[in-house]
């Protein structure tokens, strides 16, 4: 195969080669949708999903081990009668958008929305039309549209007629529309989404928020995910790869191809197969294996994530009638019993976080400049492993893990049979699950960033030990069957699933919170490997930092102990005083957390106890943090309006809350997102942040000083200081004078002085390691607000309408440090191709709309996230502005 039959291109790494001759086409269809919420009038129940899911389950008969059991569907044709399927019905007042689309995020937030779901309205059904015109040179092709992500429920008609759809929100899949396309003319694609309240634990979006793909193929052609890659055997000479292929026949006659296989190290060739020859009847499909052997291979790893690309070229005829590429990696993966995880060979530590699928300000449309960021901050601090909680994820997340060298626990499931919620998953298991699984193998299976398929997340069956047991062994089945190079995970909160028989249903074990049971889980399952799968779920406010009084403390000590005695326990030991307090429940006020990082719910933790965890049993391949980065819904502790009296520092806050109290019966509560994050919502380093760096990325010189240095009010008071460092002591000094020189202790990684006394000035920490200078930290007292300051995370932005740049507003003083408790509203406009796209400050009790052109403040900081207008390249110029502060501009290039 030469060169010359060639055109390539790099897209986040990724190889795609493509010939002048092949007639495959894969094209975006996310532009010039139109978009309405809710049902015509009479629909009523008609689409409901226990009315038509006869019609939806053909779509997913291919992952079945049973496809045939599935193929028909009902005589005529599904809601031939309303209106919003009909070609011919006007959508001109629709909304016209452009792909991916979450309608939730748009707002208004609402104190009625439950917090758990990030109060916004992402509930309810929407539809989307969109007229296209295939050209009449499309005759004899096959038509494909591929929906990457619909929340949820999608049901898809094309010229009025049904195609097919696919309920779960979180699957890829696609639909054939070829018997219903008509070329040279208009065609109109609609499709309805319903989004069932009391679905979700979580903010799960509601719209088309995933890419959609049009994808034009030849009749006969490798089918869709029809290729398997697998890497048996490597050493440092050679390494073997088989590569097994699905070629589908959607002609009306069989077919005889050859088939000819080639491996690319970027533009060149490595490895070539002797072409194969199959036959394959009408309208049935034939699978194709081939052996290739690749010299010297370049192993995928962390540091150095090599890609290769599988070129599958089918040639009918004498001639190129698909021509398919596969990426893929070679590296080889282990999980043992005693020395935890290994790559290539080595033992490596999983320093791994869970994310939710949502992009903060962005909601769930999903945008991969906005997830590359998110992984950047997160690589920056010492991760390499990433848990897609609890769904599969957008494909495009999988590439950039693939590029960037970070590995991937994918999970599938929240719930199995049983649900946690009125319309839980669970509706949909006995219809679907063995269908979403097998699509998401499928999928994701040549991605070498995956190492762990996970089957569930706290579901409610592990503790139960029969349907646990074998529902967990009937799921590693189904993954063994599509891939058989990977492990099975699940995500167990029980502690009871790692000893009644759940446990032998997986190959690894996960762990979520029980750092105090890893040794009990090794004695007595020695040969099952054992992860952290989820960990620690400390919670805290970016910039707030909370000091109890005396009386506080005193006050506080006395309503443990009456609580205590009321469930006939005995009172809590006492502990001295100390204004932060170590207990893990405190630290909560101004419906915000305390950032001294001690403070988790009653199932968590704070970092440094899972870190001991970990260190204590080596034979634990790692954690995965709950969360690497806030997330919209679950804003624990403040879950919902309260009935009680909440600490608030100010007596205008705790007036109101008294009111609300006295006249509602209740203190309504708005949080809205999450606290867990190490980094907030809006993409700030939260302290913790660098806690982790500390401990993740010993080889990093650094050091981090917490709290701030601006407390007027606790002059002469004891004020506690904390400093994160890799180094191994570390020497403070307030205003020049020392405060003492302290060395870590085992398992201890964070530093303490608890008695320093606050005075305006300078905090500086000077950290060792071995003995010798290693990273130097300062926090000064700052003036009062004076200016604006902006800085875009990236200058130069493609001019392509979804690559985005990521400006950070800080709130400075005249020699420009951040003034810490600054909340000031700024606003903002753009001059030159470009638009905001969202605003966000991580206030996770803020109601204001990230829709908008203006924001406050939160301790400091605020985002403006700004996009290039498609194909319209330029000058954009940000201009910010703020009563009483000096104004700031950035200007960025798209091109």
Known sequence: MKLHYFFLCLLFGKLL??????????????????????????????????????????????????????????????????????????????????????????????????????????????????????????????????????????????????????????????????????????????????????????????????NVWLVKTAPVHVAHWGTYVTTPQITPASATVN????????????????????????????????????????????????????????????????????????????????????????????????????????????????????????????????AERQLEILKDMGVNALRTSHNPPAPELLDLCDRMGILVMDESFDCWKRGKKGGDYNKLWDDWHEQDLRAEYRRDRNHPSIILWSIGNEVIELRDKVAGPAIAASLTAIAHEEDSTRPTVLGSNASDASYNGVQKGVDVMGQNYQFGGYGRFRRENPTIPLLGSETASCVSSRGEYFFETPEQFAALAAEAAKQAAAKGKAAPKEIPYSPVSEDKGRGKSDLQVSSYDLYAPGWGCPPDKEFIGQETSPHVAGEFVWTGFDYLGEPTPYNGDSTNMLNFHDAEGQADMARQLKELGKIQVPSRSSYFGIVDLAGFKKDRFYLYQAHWRP??????????????????????????????????????????????????????????????????????????PWATEVVKTTGAASKLLLSADRNRIRATGTDLSFVTVTVADAAGLLVPRSKNLVTFSVTGPGEIVAVDNGDATSFEPFQASQRKAYNGLALVIIRAKPDVPGAIKLHAESAGLAPADVTLEGF
Request: hydrophobic fraction near 40%.
């Open 17 to 210: 080669v493509a010939a002048p001759d092949s007639p495959r086409e894969r094209l975006s269809f996310n532009a010039d949708w139109r978009f309405t919420k809710g049902d015509p009038a009479g629909v009523g129940t008609q689409l409901a999903y226990a009315n038509i899911k006869t019609w939806l389950l053909p779509s997913g008969a291919a992952f079945t081990a049973d496809p045939a059991a599935q193929l028909k569907r009902p005589e005529g044709n599904l809601a031939a009668d309303v209106a919003y399927t009909q070609p011919g019905f006007n959508d001109s007042s629709w909304r016209s958008l452009t792909l991916p689309h979450d309608w939730g995020i748009e707002g208004p937030f609402s104190q009625k929305i439950p917090g758990e779901t990030g109060k916004l309205p992402w509930a309810g059904i929407g539809w989307y039309r969109k007229h296209f015109t295939v050209p009449a040179s499309s005759t004899g092709q096959q038509t494909f549209l591929e929906i990457d992500g619909a929340m949820a429920y999608a049901a898809v008609w094309c010229n009025g007629r049904f195609v097919g759809g696919w309920p779960y929100g979180y699957s890829s899949f696609q639909l054939d529309l070829t018997p219903y396309l008509k070329t040279g003319a208009d065609n109109v694609v609609a499709i309805r989404l319903d989004n069932p309240e009391a679905s979700s634990r979580w903010y799960p979006g509601g719209g088309i928020y995933r």
């Open 243 to 370: 590569l097994r292929a699905t070629f589908a026949n959607d002609s009306a006659s069989p077919a005889t191809v050859t088939v000819k296989t080639s491996i690319f190290d970027g533009a060149q060739l490595v490895a070539e197969a002797a072409p194969q020859s199959a036959s394959i009847t009408a309208g049935q499909s034939s699978v194709l294996s081939t052996q290739l052997t690749v010299p010297k291979p370049k192993l995928w790893d962390l540091a150095t994530p090599q890609r290769y690309t599988a070129v599958t070229l089918v040639e009918q005829a004498g001639r190129v009638v698909d021509r398919y590429e596969t990426p893929f990696g070679i590296r080889t993966i282990a999980f043992t019993a005693d020395d935890g995880f290994h790559l290539n060979g080595r033992r490596v530590q999983l320093y791994g976080v869970c994310n939710h699928h949502d992009l903060g300000a962005l909601g769930a449309a999903f945008n991969t400049r906005a």
């Open 699 to 772: 080889e990093l010189p650094m050091a981090h000083i917490l709290p701030h240095w601006n407390w007027p009010d606790r002059v002469g008071l004891v004020t506690p200081v904390h400093v994160y460092t890799s180094g191994d002591e570390a020497e403070l000094f307030l205003n020049g004078v020392s405060q003492g020189r302290k060395k870590k202790e085992i398992h201890e990684y964070r530093l303490r002085w608890n008695d320093v006394v606050y005075q305006p000035g300078e905090l500086k920490v000077v950290a060792y390691k071995n003995g010798q």
